[in-house]
């Protein structure tokens, strides 16, 4: 199981709900508008990806492991 909360940079920390320790860093994704605005992020049922979404009622699909975006809606 992961957690994921947004930086003040910008990028997005997974967090092992495991062993309390952070995974890995997405980084910042130039399509994403990451930042103020940001009304929230979930996790796909494998884990696989991350849904984000945008105060532009967009939403991405990100992969969670590497942050690359494979998905656009809105």
């Not at 957690?3 to 967090?15: D, F």
């Not at 990806?49 to 105060?55: A, D, E, F, I, K």
Request: with cysteine; hydrophobic share 40%.
């Amino acid at each position: 199981t992961q957690l994921a909360c947004l930086t003040a940079g910008g990028e997005v920390a997974i967090w092992s709900v495991k062993d309390g320790k952070r995974s890995h860093t997405l980084p910042k994704a130039e399509d994403a508008g990451f930042g103020v605005g940001n009304a929230g992020m979930a996790f796909s049922p494998d884990g696989g990806l991350l849904y984000v979404t945008l105060s532009s009622a967009r939403i991405i699909a990100r992969d969670a492991r590497t942050g690359k975006t494979v998905k656009a809606f809105g």
